[in-house]
């Protein structure tokens, strides 16, 4: 069975420190993961995916996540936040393609 | 940017009334999705189909309707909307054996 837990639910941080959104899953297979944001009023974008290619994977806007699978973790990072960050993060897990399990998201604030 | 479009953005209606919501793709998709997402909540599947007339029910349980009569066309309906059915609503697609999903902006419905 195929489950993701975003371990916060929020995460504030400076304009221009790192950022750190963690993300753990749990899968019987060899997953494919996500990360997808969202913007107010704005639909899900893909950020970056894994599909066992490399385990460090750059996404857009500065961010990439690295795949451990001894940690069974996807954590979604960049060095410097920009405001237009701003946003809710989600991490999904897939076994196939019409099976996407989201996480409950992390909604990241961006202080000025 | 993916090309996936839902319209309306909003809608607020009463209890009782019918309502369609609309999925369009330009990309030549075979597979769309529609999501529902309660606020703060992950996103669950509520039907998807593989193509034209193929329609079938996802993990959560839904009393829309979904039908698919043209490749780019995907629409939801509601019978008789309760205001439980208040939600967002996303719509995806996706391409042949590729299990990255592209979302449209989704519909944010308030039933009174």
Same mark, same amino acid.
Request: aromatic share 12%; glycine share 8%; net charge neutral.
């Given at each position: 069975?195929?489950?993701?837990?975003?371990?916060?639910?929020?995460?504030?941080?400076?304009? &221009?420190?790192?950022?750190?959104?963690?993300?753990?899953?749990? $899968?019987?297979? =060899?997953?494919? +993961?996500?990360?997808?944001?969202? /913007?107010?009023?704005?639909?899900?974008?893909?950020?970056?995916?894994?599909?066992?290619?490399?385990?460090?994977?750059? &996404?857009?806007?500065?961010?990439?996540?690295?795949?451990?699978? $001894?940690?069974? =973790?996807?954590? +979604?990072?960049?060095?410097?936040? /920009?405001?237009?960050?701003?946003?809710?993060?989600?991490?999904?897990?897939?076994?196939?393609?019409?099976?996407?399990?989201?996480?409950?998201?992390?909604?990241?604030?961006?202080?000025? | 940017?993916?090309?996936?479009?839902?319209?309306?953005?909003?809608?607020?209606?009463?209890?009782?009334?019918?309502?369609?919501?609309?999925?369009?793709?330009?990309?030549?998709?075979?597979?769309?999705?529609?999501?529902?997402?309660?606020?703060?909540?992950?996103?669950?599947?509520?039907?998807?189909?593989?193509?034209?007339?193929?329609?079938?029910?996802?993990?959560?349980?839904?009393?829309?309707?979904?039908?698919?009569?043209?490749?780019?066309?995907?629409?939801?309906?509601?019978?008789?909307?309760?205001?439980?059915?208040?939600?967002?609503?996303?719509?995806?697609?996706?391409?042949?054996?590729?299990?990255?999903?592209?979302?449209?902006?989704?519909?944010?419905?308030?039933?009174?």
């Amino acid at each position: 069975a195929q489950s993701v837990t975003q371990l916060d639910s929020h995460v504030s941080v400076s304009e &221009g420190t790192p950022v750190l959104l963690r993300c753990n899953y749990s $899968s019987s297979y =060899s997953p494919s +993961l996500f990360w997808y944001v969202q /913007h107010p009023n704005k639909g899900l974008q893909l950020l970056l995916k894994y599909t066992s290619a490399a385990t460090l994977v750059k &996404g857009i806007n500065g961010f990439e996540a690295e795949f451990k699978k $001894s940690e069974t =973790s996807f954590h +979604l990072t960049k060095p410097s936040a /920009h405001m237009s960050d701003a946003a809710e993060y989600f991490c999904v897990v897939s076994d196939s393609p019409n099976n996407l399990f989201f996480g409950t998201g992390t909604r990241l604030t961006v202080i000025p | 940017e993916a090309d996936i479009y839902q319209t309306p953005r909003y809608l607020v209606i009463g209890t009782g009334k019918k309502i369609t919501l609309e999925c369009s793709q330009t990309m030549g998709h075979d597979k769309m999705y529609w999501y529902q997402q309660d606020p703060g909540m992950e996103l669950h599947l509520i039907h998807y189909s593989y193509g034209v007339n193929s329609t079938e029910k996802g993990d959560l349980s839904s009393e829309s309707t979904v039908s698919r009569i043209r490749t780019e066309h995907f629409p939801l309906t509601l019978e008789s909307a309760r205001p439980s059915h208040t939600s967002q609503y996303l719509c995806a697609s996706s391409w042949g054996r590729g299990d990255t999903q592209y979302f449209g902006p989704g519909t944010r419905l308030t039933v009174l």
